[in-house]
């Protein structure tokens, strides 16, 4: 059974940090595309960020400039870094690994990881 399990979120004051991380576990096939996503209260799912599996960072224009995703293949783990934290970042962020298998692409979710950014 794949699982993603996400941690480091938390309360944080606005300027200030987290840093996120994803572990993908229960899985032998190659783990390409990792992302994280955002979901606020009352609000749609939202894309922040990706890492292909050759490392090649995306970012939303929201958040480009203060976050920074990076990926560990040997561990499977993929973290994001968040700085210059506003408000508008509070929410539950949630991770998202494409897994490459014979039959092809599975797409996967953590349960997610809230933070919350205080003015």
């Known amino acids: 059974q794949v699982r993603l399990v996400e941690s480091g979120g938390g309360w944080v004051q606005a300027g200030g940090s987290l840093r996120l991380s994803c572990a993908v576990s229960?899985?032998?096939?190659?783990?390409?595309?990792m992302a994280w996503y955002r979901q606020a209260p009352g609000k749609q799912r939202e894309w922040v960020a990706e890492?292909?599996?050759?490392?090649?960072?995306n970012y939303a224009g929201s958040v480009k400039g203060r976050f920074t995703i990076s990926r560990e293949n040997s561990q499977n783990t993929v973290y994001l870094e968040m700085n210059s934290l506003s408000p508008e970042d509070t929410a539950v962020y949630l991770c998202?690994?494409?897994?490459?298998?014979?039959?092809?692409?599975?797409?996967?979710w953590g349960q997610g990881t809230q933070v919350t950014v205080s003015s």
């Open positions: 890492v292909t599996g050759f490392g090649k960072p």
């Open positions: 998202n690994a494409n897994l490459r298998t014979p039959s092809g692409v599975t797409s996967h």
């Open positions: 229960g899985t032998t096939f190659t783990v390409t595309g």
